[in-house]
C-alpha cells in the first residue's frame, strides 16, 4: 500500500500568511487578529472601539464565523466597511481566507484592519493569518482558570483584553490571579480590565491600538 505524506498544514498557512503580512507591511495597514471564546465579548469590544476611532483612523473589520453573519451586521451599523467569513464549522480562520478576503477592501484607504476570529481559545492561536500582533479577549464569565488551560493562545498575544470586570463581584473570579498567571506565561504582556457596559478600560484599549496603528504607519 502507498503512503502518501500531505505536506505540513501549518507549514502552508505560514507561507501565505507571511504573503498577506507583505502586503499589509506595503499599504501601512496594522492588522490585529483578535481572537477569544464564544461570547467573551470581541464584538462588543469592537462596536466601542469603533465608536472611538473610526473618526482618527480609516478602519476596517474581517468578520470570522461559523455559519450566521450576525457579528458583521452589527459592525455594519457602525459604517465601518466588513466582510463576513463564514468557516462552515470551521473553528478558526485561516492565512488563505485572508488572502482571498483582503482584495475586497481597499487597503490603500486603510490604517487599521482588525480580524475577529472564530470564537475559540485553541485554533486560533495556532494559525497566523499576516497579523502584526493577536490579542485575546477573556470574559469573566469565563473563570480565572483559563490562562493556564489555553497557554498558548496567551503566549502569541501581545494584549489581553480581561471583558465584563463589572461582573467580577457575581463571579469566582480572581482578577490577581489570571492575571499573574498571564504574566507567568508572558511576561511584560499588556492586560486591561475592561467592561463595554461601564465603559471601563475602553480608552487603554483604543490608545494602545492607536498607538500601534501610527508605529506602522512610522509617525
Request: glycine fraction near 6%; aromatic fraction near 4%; proline fraction near 4%.
Amino acid at each position: 500500500m502507498e503512503i502518501k505524506v500531505m505536506k505540513n498544514i501549518l507549514g502552508e498557512n505560514d507561507r501565505i500568511a507571511a504573503e498577506n503580512q507583505a502586503l499589509f507591511k506595503e499599504k501601512n495597514v496594522y492588522v490585529i487578529n483578535l481572537m477569544g471564546s464564544p461570547g467573551a465579548g470581541k464584538t462588543s469590544v469592537l462596536e466601542k472601539t469603533m465608536e472611538r476611532l473610526k473618526d482618527k483612523v480609516n478602519m476596517a473589520v474581517i468578520e470570522g464565523d461559523l455559519f450566521t453573519s450576525k457579528d458583521a451586521e452589527r459592525i455594519e451599523k457602525h459604517g465601518v466597511p466588513v466582510i463576513q467569513i463564514n468557516t462552515a464549522g470551521g473553528c478558526h480562520l485561516d492565512a488563505a481566507m485572508i488572502q482571498q478576503t483582503a482584495p475586497q477592501l481597499d487597503l490603500d484607504k486603510l490604517d487599521l484592519l482588525v480580524v475577529e476570529n472564530v470564537g475559540n481559545l485553541v485554533c486560533p492561536a495556532e494559525f497566523a493569518v499576516g497579523e502584526d500582533e493577536k490579542g485575546v479577549v477573556l470574559s469573566i464569565t469565563e473563570g480565572d482558570d483559563k490562562p493556564m488551560k489555553y497557554p498558548l493562545i496567551f503566549k502569541e498575544s501581545a494584549i489581553a483584553l480581561l471583558n465584563k470586570v463589572d461582573l467580577v463581584p457575581f463571579c469566582n473570579f480572581d482578577l490577581k490571579s489570571a492575571e499573574e498567571d498571564i504574566d507567568t506565561l508572558h511576561p511584560g504582556m499588556k492586560v486591561i480590565e475592561v467592561s463595554c457596559t461601564k465603559d471601563q478600560g475602553v480608552d487603554a484599549w483604543c490608545d494602545w491600538l492607536l498607538l500601534r496603528v501610527r508605529a506602522k504607519q512610522g509617525k
